[in-house]
């Protein structure tokens, strides 16, 4: 389609002084099964999103071990690699799963080493260019999860480290024992619970990552999202994602879906602007 919008609309961001993205990319949690598990119900449409939304500019895919498990950072090597030039590829470690829908961190230094050799082997890299840690894990000393990501980075094997589901007290620690490029943390028109973080982003320069960019299946900010979305002749995703993209320069939504269509009207969210009349409406 000639006129279906890019991600380029969204502007861009510098991670770690030398990755530059579109501010608008790409959660690849739902091209897995359900319950995040196992593979999708329909490969050759995964494979498809994940090409179509490079053809759009996209230049931020971010992914998890945890995905599938495997599944995800699967699909993105066999869908992308060898990847094209200024593809930048996050993914994260730190979690386990025992069954769809079950989350359980792991924050052990000797883990964190072994997903992130996994994570390399599956996405067919020789570096990361951003890794996460997915969790804090509240039975490891903080401190002794990040020191291995430190060391990681200094091996070679990852570019730039980055936080998800953390508080601001967290980011400092962290950032006393290595740079911190991004945070990655829910965050949504309904969910403003990260933005003490938000705004130290800001003041450091860090990139904001929301996940659950537009609260779930049914966005949350009720009838404003709506008469919003009404006044701009948009749906309400995009109205949350334009929300969001005008709230921070540092914020990087990354929209999840396994169809080409919501891909596209995501995407086209970046082109979005909202009115000042519509901002406040929103809060």
């Given at each position: 389609?000639?006129?279906?919008?890019?991600?380029?609309?969204?502007?861009?961001?510098?991670?770690?002084?030398?990755?530059?993205?579109?501010?608008?990319?790409?959660?690849?949690?739902?091209?897995?099964?359900?319950?995040?598990?196992?593979?999708?119900?329909?490969?050759?449409?995964?494979?498809?999103?994940?090409?179509?939304?490079?053809?759009?500019?996209?230049?931020?895919?971010?992914?998890?071990?945890?995905?599938?498990?495997?599944?995800?950072?699967?699909?993105?090597?066999?869908?992308?690699?060898?990847?094209?030039?200024?593809?930048?590829?996050?993914?994260?470690?730190?979690?386990?799963?025992?069954?769809?829908?079950?989350?359980?961190?792991?924050?052990?230094?000797?883990?964190?080493?072994?997903?992130?050799?996994?994570?390399?082997?599956?996405?067919?890299?020789?570096?990361?260019?951003?890794?996460?840690?997915?969790?804090?894990?509240?039975?490891?000393?903080?401190?002794?999860?990040?020191?291995?990501?430190?060391?990681?980075?200094?091996?070679?094997?990852?570019?730039?480290?980055?936080?998800?589901?953390?508080?601001?007290?967290?980011?400092?620690?962290?950032?006393?024992?290595?740079?911190?490029?991004?945070?990655?943390?829910?965050?949504?028109?309904?969910?403003?619970?990260?933005?003490?973080?938000?705004?130290?982003?800001?003041?450091?320069?860090?990139?904001?990552?929301?996940?659950?960019?537009?609260?779930?299946?049914?966005?949350?900010?009720?009838?404003?999202?709506?008469?919003?979305?009404?006044?701009?002749d948009a749906t309400p995703i995009q109205v949350a994602?334009?929300?969001?993209?005008?709230?921070?320069?540092?914020?990087?939504?990354?929209?999840?879906?396994?169809?080409?269509?919501?891909?596209?009207e995501n995407v086209a969210a970046g082109g979005l602007?909202?009115?000042?009349?519509?901002?406040?409406?929103?809060?």
């Amino acid at each position: 389609m000639a006129d279906q919008p890019t991600a380029t609309a969204a502007g861009t961001l510098t991670l770690g002084g030398d990755l530059i993205v579109n501010r608008l990319g790409f959660g690849a949690m739902r091209i897995t099964g359900k319950g995040i598990w196992g593979p999708p119900a329909d490969h050759a449409t995964a494979i498809e999103v994940l090409r179509r939304a490079v053809k759009l500019n996209v230049n931020f895919i971010d992914t998890a071990d945890a995905y599938g498990p495997d599944v995800s950072e699967e699909l993105i090597a066999e869908a992308l690699a060898p990847y094209p030039p200024g593809l930048v590829i996050a993914t994260k470690g730190g979690l386990l799963r025992d069954g769809p829908g079950q989350w359980r961190p792991d924050g052990r230094p000797e883990h964190l080493r072994q997903a992130l050799d996994g994570s390399l082997q599956r996405l067919r890299a020789d570096v990361i260019d951003l890794y996460q840690l997915h969790r804090p894990d509240p039975t490891v000393p903080f401190e002794d999860s990040l020191g291995t990501l430190a060391e990681l980075r200094d091996a070679g094997k990852i570019r730039h480290v980055g936080l998800s589901n953390v508080d601001a007290d967290q980011v400092r620690r962290a950032q006393a024992i290595v740079p911190v490029v991004s945070v990655q943390n829910r965050y949504n028109p309904s969910d403003r619970s990260s933005e003490d973080v938000v705004g130290l982003a800001e003041k450091d320069g860090f990139a904001f990552i929301p996940w659950a960019p537009v609260g779930g299946h049914r966005p949350g900010a009720g009838d404003a999202l709506a008469t919003v979305a009404e006044r701009h002749d948009a749906t309400p995703i995009q109205v949350a994602l334009a929300w969001q993209l005008a709230r921070s320069p540092q914020m990087l939504p990354i929209p999840g879906t396994g169809s080409v269509a919501h891909l596209e009207e995501n995407v086209a969210a970046g082109g979005l602007r909202l009115t000042d009349e519509g901002l406040a409406a929103l809060g």
